[in-house]
């Protein structure tokens, strides 16, 4: 993918997902998920990368509601016994000037493959790169529609994932 391209690996104690997704009972359900692994393909004095690599852990995640997280790791729902880590790989990246890029990739989920597109705005320097990516995706899309409370819940997930390297 990179060939002589420098890897930087993502620092997971300071990067973060999170998500947003509509709720009937209570509006809007906000939750997290550690980034465990990651790593970004970045030629020195620059910001935009080559490539992109990141491994998240749907096993801890954290929406406020203990009952909660621990439905969501249910067959119906991550199925986490199965499928403990969610996976992006970056198949294409488009400068958008300086500081932002698309980015294109694989995101596995519940061992589902889909291609899903991210918008990603960048600050701090070469040395520091902070990544914000902002997204959607449809959990259906990845087998999350046999659930009791499927009806109340949100197709559309909104996702945000801030990155800072080593």
């Not at 359900?29 to 790593?39: A, C, D, H, T």
């Not at 995101?107 to 889909?114: D, E, K």
């Amino acid at each position: 993918m990179a060939g002589s391209v420098p890897i930087r690996p993502v620092d997971t104690a300071t990067s973060s997902a999170t998500f947003s997704v509509e709720h009937i009972y209570v509006e809007r359900v906000n939750g997290s998920l550690p980034i465990s692994r990651g790593f970004v393909y970045l030629y020195p004095g620059t910001l935009v990368p080559t490539g992109v690599y990141a491994e998240l852990d749907p096993t801890k995640i954290k929406t406020g509601d203990d009952d909660r997280d621990g439905a969501l790791q249910a067959p119906d729902w991550f199925d986490t016994k199965n499928f403990p880590t969610w996976t992006f790989q970056a198949t294409n990246i488009v400068a958008k000037g300086a500081n932002a890029f698309e980015l294109d990739g694989t995101l596995t989920i519940r061992g589902v493959a889909r291609n899903e597109h991210l918008d990603v705005t960048i600050s701090g320097t070469p040395e520091h790169p902070h990544y914000r990516a902002v997204g959607k995706i449809d959990r259906h899309a990845f087998g999350m529609s046999k659930a009791r409370l499927d009806p109340v819940v949100g197709n559309l997930v909104d996702v945000t994932l801030d990155i800072t390297l080593k």
